[in-house]
């Protein structure tokens, strides 16, 4: 049996589910999600399609999954409205490997009539990653 199928049935028996994405999510994923007591939680299992030529998670993967994860946690937040991001500021406190599962989970900071600020980090298993900020324009 493929270690690749272990992971699966661990993280399916976790809670986590497989989301099939359009567009450019689709290209980050396959996108694992979660909700429970702490709310909804976003994450990838890092394969070697994730690494940069030093062979650490490429910095892009990760702000595109926290872009991802503030982008549905604000969509959530403001009654299922679009919003698009126009901000974004990320520190990246450690690297990630390949077989990593970078788990994204955020809050709202504040709503306005027009903006959601919003804050958050990635994480595998206890180390952090990435903290972050963002702040979505809430579309028409």
């Known amino acids: 049996m493929d270690p690749a199928d272990d992971r699966i049935e661990v993280l399916t028996a976790g809670g986590w589910r497989q989301r099939t994405l359009r567009g450019f999510a689709d290209r980050l994923g396959p996108l694992w999600t979660r909700q429970d007591d702490r709310g909804w939680a976003y994450a990838v299992l890092a394969t070697s399609e994730h690494l940069n030529p030093?062979?650490?998670?490429?910095?892009?993967?990760?702000?595109?999954?926290?872009?991802?994860?503030?982008?549905?946690?604000?969509?959530?937040?403001?009654?299922?409205?679009?919003?698009?991001?126009?901000?974004?500021?990320?520190?990246?406190?450690?690297?990630?490997?390949?077989?990593?599962?970078?788990?994204?989970?955020?809050?709202?900071?504040?709503?306005?009539?027009?903006?959601?600020?919003?804050?958050?980090?990635?994480?595998?298993?206890?180390?952090d990653l990435l903290a972050g900020s963002g702040v979505l324009k809430i579309m028409a």
């Open 54 to 127: 030093a062979g650490f998670v490429h910095g892009g993967v990760l702000c595109a999954l926290f872009d991802h994860m503030v982008s549905a946690l604000a969509w959530e937040a403001v009654g299922r409205r679009p919003c698009v991001t126009v901000q974004l500021g990320t520190q990246f406190l450690a690297p990630a490997r390949e077989g990593d599962f970078l788990e994204a989970r955020g809050r709202v900071i504040k709503t306005t009539a027009t903006l959601v600020f919003m804050e958050g980090t990635i994480t595998t298993g206890a180390r």
